[in-house]
Structure formats: C-alpha cells, structure tokens
C-alpha cells in the first residue's frame, strides 16, 4: 500500500513567486493536514482539511491557502513568498479527522 | 508561554538504557496525544496514540497521559541505537477550531 505521497520532493523559488505543493493521502483517508517544519523545530500546523472543508487553521498568513479535491488529495499555496518561508513543507493524512495521522517525506522548499 | 513545552536536548543514554521523555502543555482542550519519531531529513513516523488520561503501552514504548497535570511521557525500554532520532509530542483538539500542535522535539543518542 502507498505510503502519503508528496511531490515535488525538492523546490527553489525566488522571493516573490508563487508555489503550489501538493499532496496523496492514503488510499481511504479522508482528512489531510499540512505543517511546515523549520530546521530544529517540530512541525507547525498550517491547515486541517476533512471531507474537502478546512477543519482547522494555525497562525500563517493570508498568503497561505489550500484545498482539498474530490478524491481526497489536496495543494498548498503559498504567494509572494518571502525567505523566511524556506522550510519542509509536510502532509500528513489520517482516515477521519481525530485517528492517528501518517506523514509524507515532505516538501522541501527553498526561497531565495 | 509555548502552548507545548518539550526539552530539545540533546539527550544522549548507553544502550539499554530506559529513556524518558516527556512534554508539558497549557491548554486543557487538547484530548489526544501523539508521539513521532523523526529521522534526519525524513517526515515524522507515529509511534503511539492515546486519548485523554492513561496509558498505553507497544512492545518497548510505553506512553503515559496526565490530563490533570498537563503532563505526558513516552518511555523507551532497552534503548537500541537505531532509536537515535528526534522524538516529537504532538496534541490535538477543539481550540477554537481542531489543530495539532507539536513539541519543539528532543533529539535522542543511544551510544554502542
């Protein structure tokens, strides 16, 4: 069975730039979250969704949004992005909204 | 004030050794409680799940929850060196809409 599967796995951006990540749960899974995880520091939740309706929302700017599609995967956006937001973008996937979450490799994103 | 407080470490244990590791948090909305283990450059593996008070315990993983204090542990039995990495609490509730949020993490050394 196919872990969460993230893509692309590497990404260089120029401040200003836009950048979609996307993400494919579990096969099953219905919810997906997204964290961004900076070196030395645990994961930071970004976004919740469930059933393709954001859940829940952490303490990121406007310029972050996502969504989540009819079979269950789902994009990060993230616009006029800005150095500070180099970091490893992670999804994790669970089957409802409160069981136990598996996380993807992850996204690693750079800006400069 | 973190609403989740765990010691980075490091911690470095002779193997075999019994390895505590604990977290404290601040909001009592939070009822389930997650252990990760990351590796290096790879997303964060779940190593246990409990809800609200108790125990839990997986073959050399014991995880413990104490709502009443805000206070949760997970202990490793005879630690092996493949059990160095960084182990990251994580909780979930309704905080005014569901999100996880995670410890800092504690970076472990089992030595040969």
């Known amino acids: 069975d196919a872990g969460v599967t993230q893509s692309p796995t590497h990404l260089i951006k120029t401040r200003g730039q836009h950048v979609t990540l996307r993400c494919s749960p579990i096969?099953?899974?219905?919810?997906v979250s997204w964290y961004q995880q900076v070196l030395g520091q645990g994961p930071q939740f970004i976004f919740q969704?469930?059933?393709?309706?954001?859940?829940g929302r952490g303490n990121f700017p406007d310029r972050f949004s996502a969504r989540q599609f009819p079979n269950y995967s789902s994009e990060l956006n993230v616009n006029a992005l800005l150095l500070g937001d180099s970091a490893l973008y992670l999804c994790?996937?669970?089957?409802?909204?409160?069981?136990?979450?598996?996380f993807g490799q992850g996204t690693r994103l750079t800006v400069v | 004030q973190k609403e989740v407080e765990q010691d980075p470490g490091p911690l470095s244990v002779p193997e075999g050794a019994i390895v505590s590791l604990n977290c404290t948090y601040s909001?009592?909305?939070?009822?389930?409680f997650m252990w990760y283990r990351q590796y290096s450059r790879k997303g964060p593996e779940l190593l246990m799940y409990?809800?609200?008070?108790g125990n839990k315990e997986d073959g050399r993983f014991t995880a413990q929850v104490d709502k009443s204090s805000k206070y949760i542990s997970l202990f490793i039995r005879d630690s092996q060196p493949s059990d160095s990495a960084t182990y990251l609490c994580?909780?979930?509730?309704?905080?005014?809409?569901?999100?996880?949020?995670f410890g800092a993490g504690t970076r472990l050394f089992v030595k040969a």
């Open positions: 969704y469930y059933e393709k309706e954001e859940r």
């Open positions: 909001n009592s909305a939070f009822q389930y």
């Open positions: 994790a996937s669970s089957l409802y909204a409160n069981t136990e979450a598996f």
């Open positions: 994580a909780m979930e509730g309704n905080t005014g809409g569901f999100k996880t949020i």
């Open positions: 409990t809800y609200s008070s």
């Open positions: 096969s099953g899974h219905k919810s």
